[in-house]
């Protein structure tokens, strides 16, 4: 099954294509698993922490995976007029030696223009590629040409990979969900890139290439909940032609990232994309104005951090400051998914240097933590996440009820409100709750009252399906922290 570059290249220019595997895990250095056997306790026995990096890469997409024990897999290489040189010097910067896994979600230009720098760069200054892996559908331009000649040049082993196939990963499950055989489309490239799901523990990752709406679809039929993911990066960019309303809510994720540029010819990403993630209140990452995104999951939990700080509701995605691709600044965590906090730091020695997933939060084993004064009397009530009807037309209906169940009035001047999007809402200067008091904080718009405030969100806030209230000093100290289901 296995061919090597020389062998690919004369089936792919004369179109001959055959299966490297459609079932089982895809051979590569860091050893195979059988599906067979595998342990169905994962989920109570991942170990360390992945970290997933969409790189910053303008109206483009790169995305590198750094596994618990430092296994590296990158996902597409980033645009054809820069060579290769942003995600190269992110690489460098990391200080990743070596890539086992390279990716090439399909081959436009745009996907991989960086395969040809990045092979040659780490076949002959660095520790080397692994094996690639491609959907195997060519493509008329000089970039998929050049890519080709540097894996002939090297030797590099180049599967071809499908549906069924799985790419051993370590302790992390990685499995390839398209494209179908036969393919999608009349062999269309977008509608026949590779979908990889990556699962550690209870989180996971979809990353769909530019996969649109036929393909969403056949997923849809395929895996139906399977497809539920922690995380979704948007397919094609942002594009109206992808991120379907069925598809996101099969995946239901619980944030997406969108990899484009700022000023994209293409407009990405498009608005109705936007609406359709605002109408389902998902938190919304962008390239171009969050720039470097880092996602830790240690497999209970995704730490979400950014280089920049930039809004998130996607009706406000444009709002954020452009972040140029190269720019520095290392990414803060912003928010988290689930999970107590997920330790470590960004990748940045080796390779080696996930984070070990022990956590230094002192939450309980519940839900619920309480921290020291100023707040330790004050506890949140009641949370009403589901508004009656349609949660955008209701927005006053779908609130959070603070009591201060102390002895002593607490002033909540400039206090804020928080969810794990980090959306946040700043108490007015003044404004004190007094002892045994509540006050609910709706999310719509109105006029404040000594129990009633408004956040004045054009959008819904708490997550249905599951959210966290933070509840922060006016110096920054973390003094309550309430999750739900």
């Given at each position: 099954m296995k061919r090597t570059g020389g062998e690919l290249r004369i089936l792919l220019i004369v179109g001959i294509i055959f299966l490297a595997g459609?079932?089982?895990?895809?051979?590569?250095?860091?050893?195979?698993?059988?599906?067979?056997t595998t342990d169905e306790s994962t989920v109570d026995t991942a170990n360390g922490t992945v970290e997933?990096?969409?790189?910053?890469?303008?109206?483009?997409?790169?995305?590198?995976?750094?596994?618990?024990?430092?296994?590296?897999?990158?996902?597409?290489?980033?645009?054809y007029n820069d060579d290769g040189e942003h995600v190269l010097e992110y690489l460098r910067r990391h200080d990743v030696t070596r890539i086992d896994h390279l990716v090439t979600s399909h081959n436009d230009a745009d996907h991989i223009g960086g395969n040809a720098a990045i092979i040659d760069h780490y076949e002959t200054d660095a520790g080397g590629i692994g094996a690639i892996y491609d959907p195997g559908i060519?493509?008329?331009?000089?970039?998929?040409?050049?890519?080709?000649?540097?894996?002939?040049?090297?030797?590099?082993?180049?599967?071809?990979?499908?549906?069924?196939?799985?790419?051993?990963?370590?302790?992390?499950?990685?499995?390839?969900?398209?494209?179908?055989e036969p393919y999608l489309e009349n062999e269309a490239r977008n509608e026949n890139s590779i979908v990889l799901k990556l699962t550690h523990g209870e989180t996971s990752f979809m990353l769909s290439g530019d996969a649109e709406d036929d393909q969403e679809e056949y997923l849809i039929d395929a895996y139906g909940g399977d497809l539920e993911s922690t995380v979704l990066k948007a397919g094609h960019h942002g594009s109206s032609s992808s991120s379907s309303e069925p598809f996101l809510d099969a995946v239901r994720p619980r944030a997406v990232v969108v990899s484009s540029a700022y000023d994209s010819q293409y407009g990405h990403p498009h608005d109705e994309v936007l609406r359709r993630l605002s109408n389902r209140s998902i938190p919304t990452y962008w390239t171009?104005?969050?720039?470097?995104?880092?996602?830790?999951?240690?497999g209970s939990g995704v730490s979400v951090r950014t280089q920049r700080e930039a809004p998130t509701d996607p009706l406000a995605l444009r709002e954020g400051e452009p972040v140029e691709p190269g720019a520095g600044g290392d990414p803060v965590e912003r928010a988290r998914l689930g999970g107590d906090p997920v330790g470590g730091e960004t990748a940045g020695d080796g390779g080696d240097s996930a984070a070990d997933g022990d956590g230094t939060d002192d939450t309980d084993e519940g839900d619920e933590t309480t921290a020291t004064d100023p707040g330790a009397a004050l506890e949140?009530?009641?949370?009403?996440?589901?508004?009656?009807?349609?949660?955008?037309?209701?927005?006053?209906?779908?609130?959070?009820?603070?009591?201060n169940t102390g002895d002593e009035p607490i002033d909540l001047s400039g206090w804020t409100v928080e969810d794990e999007a980090a959306r946040s809402y700043e108490f007015p200067d003044?404004?004190?709750?007094?002892?045994?008091?509540?006050?609910?904080?709706?999310?719509?718009?109105?006029?404040?009252?000594?129990?009633?405030?408004?956040?004045?969100?054009?959008?819904p806030v708490w997550n249905n399906d599951g959210d966290t209230v933070i509840l922060t000093t006016d110096d920054g100290e973390r003094v309550l922290e309430v999750s739900y289901e």
């Open positions: 459609c079932a089982g895990a895809v051979p590569g250095d860091q050893g195979s698993t059988d599906p067979d997933v990096h969409y790189i910053n890469v303008g109206q483009s997409v790169s995305t590198l995976v750094v596994g618990p024990e430092g296994e590296t897999m990158l996902v597409d290489t980033g645009h060519a493509a008329s331009t000089q970039t998929y040409d050049e890519y080709l000649d540097a894996v002939e040049e090297h030797d590099v082993t180049l599967y071809e990979t499908r549906e069924g196939d799985a790419i051993s990963f370590g302790d992390v499950d990685v499995d390839v969900l398209g494209p179908p171009a104005t969050h720039g470097d995104i880092v996602l830790a999951s240690d949140v009530a009641a949370i009403n996440a589901d508004a009656e009807g349609d949660d955008r037309e209701n927005l006053t209906d779908e609130y959070v009820v603070f009591e003044g404004f004190t709750l007094d002892a045994g008091a509540t006050v609910t904080l709706r999310s719509g718009s109105g006029a404040d009252t000594d129990t009633e405030l408004y956040w004045g969100s054009g959008s």
